[in-house]
C-alpha cells in the first residue's frame, strides 16, 4: 500500500454525493443538512453515514441487483413506449402535412396552355 493520503475523507466523499444528489440543500428524509458555517456539524441520523452504502452480505447485493435489474427493464420499457409514441406522432404530422399539401394543390386553379408563337403566325 501507498504512504500517500487518500484525496477524500469518508464525511468528505458523502458531502459530495449529498452535493451532487442535492445540489440546492433541500431536506429529505433520513438525511441531514450541511452545517452552516461556524455552526457545530448535527449528529447524523444513523451512526455511520457511510453505512447505507455498504453491504458485505453477497444474498443482499444479489437482491438488490435484481431489484434494479426490474427498475432498469421498467424503465427500458418506458423509454421504448416513449420513442414509439413519438415515431406514430411524426407520422401523423407528415401525413396531415401530405394531406394539407395535395388539398392545396388540387384546390390551386390550373393555367390554361398556351398557344405557341409558330401556331399563331400561321
Same mark, same amino acid.
Given at each position: 500500500?501507498?504512504?500517500k493520503p487518500s484525496p477524500f475523507t469518508p464525511q468528505q466523499a458523502l458531502e459530495f454525493m449529498q452535493k451532487m444528489w442535492n445540489p440546492f440543500g433541500l431536506s429529505m428524509p433520513g438525511v441531514m443538512p450541511?452545517? !452552516?458555517?461556524?455552526?457545530a456539524p448535527a449528529a447524523p441520523p444513523f451512526p455511520n453515514p457511510l453505512a447505507m452504502f455498504a453491504t458485505l452480505d453477497p444474498a443482499e447485493i444479489d437482491k438488490k441487483i435484481g431489484e434494479l435489474r426490474v427498475i432498469e427493464n421498467w424503465l427500458t420499457m418506458s423509454l421504448n413506449?416513449?420513442?414509439?409514441?413519438?415515431?406514430?406522432?411524426?407520422?401523423?404530422? !407528415?401525413?396531415?402535412e401530405a394531406l394539407r399539401a395535395g388539398a392545396a394543390a388540387a384546390s390551386e386553379p390550373t393555367p390554361a396552355p398556351k398557344k405557341s408563337r409558330a401556331k399563331e403566325s400561321e
Amino acid at each position: 500500500m501507498s504512504d500517500k493520503p487518500s484525496p477524500f475523507t469518508p464525511q468528505q466523499a458523502l458531502e459530495f454525493m449529498q452535493k451532487m444528489w442535492n445540489p440546492f440543500g433541500l431536506s429529505m428524509p433520513g438525511v441531514m443538512p450541511p452545517p !452552516a458555517p461556524g455552526m457545530a456539524p448535527a449528529a447524523p441520523p444513523f451512526p455511520n453515514p457511510l453505512a447505507m452504502f455498504a453491504t458485505l452480505d453477497p444474498a443482499e447485493i444479489d437482491k438488490k441487483i435484481g431489484e434494479l435489474r426490474v427498475i432498469e427493464n421498467w424503465l427500458t420499457m418506458s423509454l421504448n413506449f416513449m420513442q414509439m409514441s413519438i415515431k406514430t406522432l411524426e407520422l401523423q404530422k !407528415a401525413s396531415l402535412e401530405a394531406l394539407r399539401a395535395g388539398a392545396a394543390a388540387a384546390s390551386e386553379p390550373t393555367p390554361a396552355p398556351k398557344k405557341s408563337r409558330a401556331k399563331e403566325s400561321e
